[in-house]
């Protein structure tokens, strides 16, 4: 059965398979998906092994349709931070961490992080991963720094800022990305890449320590011909 036969399926029979995969989601062992100070919103997805953790209020957690997560945790850390994961996302050993209040993080639809990875989102900063991207293991993406760094008037200059990686990106192992990134659509990030910037072209190959552009004019497929 292909994927527009299912996802038919599935929306002609809505109500049974939402409560199919709520009771398969909420009988495994390995998930603990509610928790005081989060709401939890779960579409006709699989979850096998979900740890949610708040200690805040007004939190807002979305699982689409057709998502499958394995291993991974959410954790939030302040009031009226909001978690989205869109329809046929794959999540396998991944960390959503936010700190401090009104952050906002994003998972595109039909884009896998297949690794361990972690992604932070800090004092009222966003991520915004596209759909369609691909995402390999070891990776960190924080919108801060965690700490301050001041001016000889003692003033912070070091603020926090949002994190966007457009559709269509493929990220290799062992990626850094700072606060401040954009990554424009149908590029590709290399392995151990330190990205810091914003690459406002788009079908590129961003590589190396800091991140620069290496190739242009370059596209990508999943499948290798």
Known sequence: MNKNKIISLVNSHRKIF????KIYNSISPRNKLHTKGSK???GVSIIKGLKIISYGRDNEIVIGDFVRIKNSTIILHGNNNRIHI???SYL????LYTEDSNNEIVIGSHTSLCGKAH???IEGTKIHIG???L???DLHFRTGDSHSILNMQGERINKSQDIVIEDHVWVGTKVTCLKGVRVSRDSVVAATTTLCKDYDTPNVIIGGVPGRIIRTDINWLDERI
């Open 18 to 21: 939402c409560l199919c995969s």
């Open 40 to 42: 939890v919103s779960i």
């Open 86 to 88: 869109k329809d046929f």
């Open 92 to 95: 396998n050993q991944i960390e």
């Open 119 to 121: 992604f932070a989102a």
């Open 131 to 133: 759909d369609n991207c």
């Open 135 to 137: 995402f390999s293991s």
